[in-house]
């Protein structure tokens, strides 16, 4: 199986100021189509998450531009680049590049905000 | 609007059964895979169960439910189901339904785990 492992920030973050998240894999997540299907999830607190990035660098339709991702193979970043409060939360990477059979998150890693 | 709505979660005790449903709407239901993905609480996300468009030619599950977990879907009724069997303090979680996989994500749209519901919490406890 596909082991994410998602780096903890250094917390925490102050207001306006950037921030990266970090996602290594086990293997690589190019899929055999091509693409490299690694999403990214934001969870605010008491609520389901919400996709924000899809194929390692697609903006979700109405996410912020101060999101963004990238990477490739096994290692991947989400990056924020102005903090701002309703940012707070704990954020998933997700691979499904072996789906349906392997499908997996990483354990996700919490944004507080100063 | 896309929408989906999951619920029957509940308190049950150790050894016991619930069904969870999940109701879609907004969408060509019969269309996506589907997916049960959990929460237990103040933990990580984790893929519980995912089905085939048909419902029947591919199902996985993870493999601390085989045996004991079974899903199924109903697309004349747009629902998805979870019959959760012999269960145990840690299925203790909020269960969500997704829809959507890999091929649903282009390069402008992606309709893989685009909406989610609030979930249903099953607590299992004596």
């Known amino acids: 199986d596909i082991v994410l492992t998602q780096t903890p920030l250094p917390s925490p973050v102050t207001l306006g100021q950037p921030a990266s998240i970090s996602c290594r894999s086990s293997?690589?997540?190019?899929?055999?189509?091509?693409?490299?299907?690694l999403s990214w999830l934001q969870q605010r607190p008491g609520q389901p998450p919400r996709l924000l990035i899809y194929?390692?660098?697609k903006r979700f339709s109405g996410v912020p531009d101060r999101f963004s991702g990238s990477g490739a193979g096994t290692d991947f970043t989400l990056k924020i680049s102005r903090v701002e409060a309703e940012d707070v939360g704990v954020y998933f990477c997700?691979?499904?590049?072996?789906?349906?059979?392997?499908?997996?998150f990483g354990q996700g890693t919490k944004l507080e905000i100063k | 609007e896309v929408q989906l709505v999951e619920f029957g979660g509940g308190l049950v005790q150790p050894g016991g059964s619930l069904r969870l449903s999940c109701a879609a709407s907004?969408?060509?239901?019969?269309?996506?895979?589907m997916t049960w993905i959990r929460q237990a609480p103040g933990k990580g996300l984790e893929r519980v169960a995912t089905i085939i468009q048909d419902g029947r030619s591919e199902i996985y599950y993870v493999d601390s439910v085989k045996g004991r977990f079974t899903i199924s879907r109903d697309n004349a009724k747009n629902s998805l189901f979870l019959q959760m069997n012999s269960l145990r303090a840690e299925d203790t979680a909020v269960f969500y339904c997704v829809r959507g996989a890999p091929g649903d994500c282009s390069s402008t749209s992606c309709s893989l785990m685009d909406v989610w519901g609030q979930g249903t919490t099953v607590t299992v406890s004596s």
């Open positions: 194929k390692t660098s």
């Open positions: 293997q690589s997540l190019v899929h055999r189509d091509g693409n490299t299907y």
């Open positions: 997700m691979q499904v590049t072996r789906f349906p059979g392997g499908f997996t």
């Open positions: 907004g969408f060509t239901f019969s269309d996506y895979w």
